[in-house]
């Protein structure tokens, strides 16, 4: 069996097979072969290729000389064919042709396909895999070597910020596990080449911080206002001054600390506690499963998020008895969604239990004034974890009770006073007959 080809366009378009690289012609010819790529077992008609290839002015052959390029490249990619069969991997489908390869011949779409699995993935440690594979597909700029042609160039761009995005990603996950000190070298690359991306320069303050290097950090902050007012006339977004200000009191909350894993609640041990819905909000996986397991071995309903984003979604569109809101998490910590809980009239009155490894009393203290009903230290076992839980649901209950009870007591009055006014117009309107 002949071996596969693999085919590259992160970086100059080439074809590959058994370790040797297939010769594809001018770049007019590659290009052909690129735009097939990019479309991948789908058909590309020729009027396609030849607007791809002449988006301005295309020659009076450009037909015929387009199927020229595909009768070269035929011949490149399959030189064994026998004369006169047909063509198994560029192969003619009316109205033009189609590159008849899987997804995973080709280095793009294996990209974006790690891409894709990491961004599914709450495990740090399996997103830096997946996303540090990805990012040694690339050998350069994409599609480098072609015709300065709108397609190549849209194309290019498209696959740039995806491949940006996956190294913030990347970054993200990094500082998650603790990487930081060997992040700060990349993230500082990146931010000299793309000063403007403040994801990239908010995860380098973030590395320089944890690293003990605040002045530096600030200095990146201070680096980026400036690019922003001079570039764009803009001040940095709410995220970056939010980072500035956390970095200048010396926020706990930034600094990283190894995940704890959660006791889960021993299965045969029975309760009689009055079940609850319970939102979970924690950015590590394995304590997300953990406390699940546990809350639903308690006899309570259990949904999980991933961040105070989610949270505060998952709270607009149901229902909860109460929140487990993890303190340190990446995309909206847990001071910032604790305050947005209790700033909102639905769900001021929902108890959230901070859940957290920093026991730095100040935390602690920030949570109570934030409105927060209790602070639960990891790691916990499920006693504890029980004990939080009935109680911050018992006051709920009560509070309920209380409110359901002036509802009662409101409507009451009110059908009393209507039932006066309805007597009072009886009298009126007998009294008009009288009359």
Known sequence: MADAIEFRVLGRVEAWRGGTRLELGGPKQRAVLASLLLRAGRVVSQDQLVDDLWPDDPPARATATVQVFVSNLRRALEPDRPRGTPARVLVTEAPGYRLAVAADAVDAHVFTDLLRRARESDEPDEVAHLLGAAAALWRGPALSGLPDAPFARTEAARLEELRLGAAEDHAEAELALGHHADQVAGLERRVRTHPLRERSRAQLMLALHRCGREAEALEVYRDGRRVL?????????ARLRALEQAILRQDPALTWTPPRVVLPAPAAEPTADEPGRVLVVDDSGLNRRLLVTALTELGHTAHAVADGEQALEALAGAEYDVVLLDLLMPVLDGYTT??????????????VIMVSAVQDMDSVVRCIELGATDYLPKPFGAAILRARLRSSLAAKRLRDAEREGLRRLVEEREAALQAEIDALRREVQRGRIGA
């Open 338 to 351: 604790l305050a947005e809980i209790k700033a909102d009239p639905a769900t001021a009155h929902l108890p």
């Open 229 to 237: 007012a001079d570039e764009l006339g803009l001040e940095p977004g």
